[in-house]
């Protein structure tokens, strides 16, 4: 393991400046080698092309000094005494020698000071290519760092108002912005018709669900109802009452993925508090002790969506509960965040099922037969519209402990 950590970063996992900064200088240096061995290869043949008209001329000087013609009678002697010493056997073969030593050292000094200079004059050049390639990326890649700064802050956000907008020559970058907003304007339409949909048909189904348990409950409550059914028409508004509290969380979800509510003070220890009165009596049936440690919690949001952060995850603590267990509800804040913790005890449950919780209409492996499964997602979804968010750690022995926190905002308005 640790040798592996001490491995050179691969050049796959480079992110795509460097990638192509590395490209770039490789293409460079490569080129420039290349040039290189052709620039000594050329001056080396030019060299070797005009050996001929250095060598040869320094023979010449010493051969016009003992005559090429035939001597003359007149001239043989004192010839023959001014020119004794360089008439000795081989004196032209060792001039020609020491000329083509001398042109040969001439040409490897030539040749070799051109090597270095050039491969001084190719690193600086190089170097001077690399800085320039990852100025080039950078600046090329700035539009497309912003492209992946927004798309990172829409995909953590809860809404799709915002566009990346971007400006700037119409390239390939501008490109993909145009087509990225065209997405987020389809997807935002479609999810808005959705929650609308949604929206009006539970609102929809609430007026017939409410006379249809009206004209169950007054024939039940007059003793009209015969006693063999009874048991038929208590169950017929236990689903009535279950299709209610159904419609009504999908009104909060619907609600809760519309836009940011307008800021209103209230405080997370007043959420707890009401939702502890309204499931007292479900939480005394079964037999489940809620334990409330209240320290005040400043928010500013929607006081009515707060309310049910509390009233949901109280909620879910009793009902994925076992008999005689317990429920422990806290409020706090601390320098940036305002938070709520409810936890319980319960079915033992695994790191690996945790995010399956807060899917819409998912109960769980055990869950009672008054539950929705909405109620995380509708924490969720409420949570994230105020800009905070919420965390869920199962609990040793069996339960869950759900943490809400929303950002600390000043519950003192100007108006």
């Avoid at 770039?24 to 290869?41: D, I, K, P, R």
């Avoid at 000094?109 to 990852?134: D, I, K, N, P, Q």
Wanted: some cysteine; glycine content about 8%.
């Amino acid at each position: 393991m640790n040798r592996a950590r001490l491995l050179p970063l691969s050049p796959h996992r480079l992110p795509l400046r460097g990638r192509l900064t590395l490209v770039t200088t490789a293409v460079f240096a490569v080129l420039g080698c290349g040039l290189l061995l052709l620039n000594w290869l050329s001056s080396r043949q030019l060299l070797e092309a005009y050996r001929d008209l250095v060598v040869p001329a320094a023979v010449t000087t010493d051969s016009a000094t003992t005559g090429n013609g035939p001597p003359t009678q007149g001239s043989t002697a004192a010839q023959a005494e001014d020119t004794e010493p360089s008439e000795a056997p081989g004196s032209t073969d060792a001039a020609t020698v020491e000329a083509a030593q001398a042109f040969g050292d001439f040409q490897e000094s030539v040749l070799g000071g051109l090597l270095l200079r050039s491969l001084l004059m190719l690193v600086v050049f190089t170097a001077l290519a690399a800085v320039f390639a990852w100025w080039t990326g950078r600046r090329s890649l700035r539009r497309l760092s912003q492209v992946t700064a927004a798309a990172r802050r829409i995909s953590t956000g809860n809404t799709l108002d915002e566009r990346l907008g971007l400006t700037g020559p119409h390239d390939e970058v501008r490109e993909l912005g145009d087509t990225f907003d065209a997405m987020l304007d389809r997807l935002d339409h479609s999810f808005t018709a959705q929650r609308r949909f949604t929206a009006h048909a539970s609102h929809e189904l609430r007026t017939p669900l409410t006379l249809q348990r009206t004209a169950l409950e007054i024939p039940l409550a007059q003793g009209r109802v015969p006693a063999d059914l009874k048991p038929a028409v208590q169950r017929a508004l236990d689903a009535n009452a279950r299709t209610e509290r159904l419609i009504a969380a999908l009104l909060t979800l619907a609600r809760g993925e519309s836009e940011a509510p307008a800021p209103q003070p209230a405080d997370l220890a007043d959420a707890a508090r009401d939702a502890m009165a309204d499931l007292a009596d479900e939480a005394r049936a079964a037999g489940i002790r809620i334990a409330r440690t209240p320290e005040p919690a400043p928010v500013a949001g929607d006081p009515a969506l707060l309310r049910q952060i509390a009233l949901n995850l109280l909620a879910n603590a009793v009902r994925h509960n076992h008999r005689d267990g317990m429920a422990s509800v806290a409020t706090g804040a601390t320098d940036a965040a305002a938070y709520i913790e409810v936890a319980n005890t319960g079915p033992v449950l695994t790191p690996d099922e945790i995010p399956a919780l807060f899917e819409a209409f998912h109960r769980g492996q055990e869950h009672r037969g008054n539950g929705s499964g909405l109620g995380l997602a509708v924490v969720r979804t409420i949570t994230a519209t105020h800009r905070g968010r919420v965390t869920a750690v199962p609990r040793t022995g069996g339960g869950l402990t759900v943490r809400g926190e929303l950002p600390r905002r000043s519950c003192e308005f100007d108006g």
